[in-house]
């Protein structure tokens, strides 16, 4: 794919909607980094749920580690593999208060530190918490990026490597929010969308689908 069609496709996505938002909900980095810990293969529906139950008891390191284990499963037990997650929430809220201030890091080496946290988790705080040009690559991204050429690879890094090379630069902060929505709403893994999309005419996948 060219650069042209690239800008084309960004331009297009970010007429449709200016301010593209991560889906989970969050008032704070901390809030943040939370959710998406918490989101590993899990929708961001579910995670939503539990917490806007969650946040209003506890939204600070000292607040969810307070609550122990027992008192932070007992809040997001609806969320798969929950388990881990509520070990890896409660270390990583005594690392934030014992190393950092209870601040959330804004690099990639002490986020990644962190239990629970990836690259991929660090990426989605760099970029939306600290607006960070960072690029998290998930399952929806990945399937973008390589059926419509934007930017294609083998793997995540690939991907992202690339996305970070080929989005037009007044484009890169919002890129990794307008390419998650277009996956989960418009370019879906089983069905895409073809009619009903506005890159189309753009995207170089070759076997698109007649249907709105």
Not at 128 to 149: C, E, K, L, W, Y
């Amino acid at each position: 794919m060219n650069a042209a069609k690239r800008l084309e496709i960004f331009r297009r996505l970010h007429e449709d909607n200016p301010e593209p938002k991560t889906e989970l909900n969050y008032s704070s980095p901390f809030e943040l980094l939370i959710a998406v810990i918490l989101s590993a293969q899990a929708t961001d529906v579910g995670v939503n749920k539990a917490t806007d139950k969650l946040f209003p008891v506890a939204n600070t390191p000292e607040a969810i580690y307070a609550l122990g284990y027992d008192g932070l499963c007992a809040y997001i037990k609806t969320i798969g593999l929950y388990p881990s997650k509520a070990k890896n929430v409660i270390e990583t809220c005594r690392l934030l208060v014992e190393k950092h201030g209870s601040q959330v890091p804004d690099n990639r080496e002490d986020l990644e530190a962190l239990p629970g946290v990836g690259r991929k988790t660090a990426n989605v705080v760099l970029n939306t918490a600290f607006r960070q040009p960072a690029m998290a690559v998930d399952t929806h991204i990945f399937r973008v990026s390589n059926r419509t050429g934007i930017a294609p690879g083998k793997n995540v890094l690939e991907v992202e490597k690339k996305l970070l090379k080929f989005v037009p630069k007044d484009y890169l902060l919002d890129a990794h929010h307008w390419l998650i929505l277009h996956g989960r709403y418009v370019c879906k893994a089983r069905k895409p969308q073809c009619g009903s999309c506005r890159i189309e005419d753009l995207c170089e996948f070759k076997a698109k689908t007649s249907d709105d």
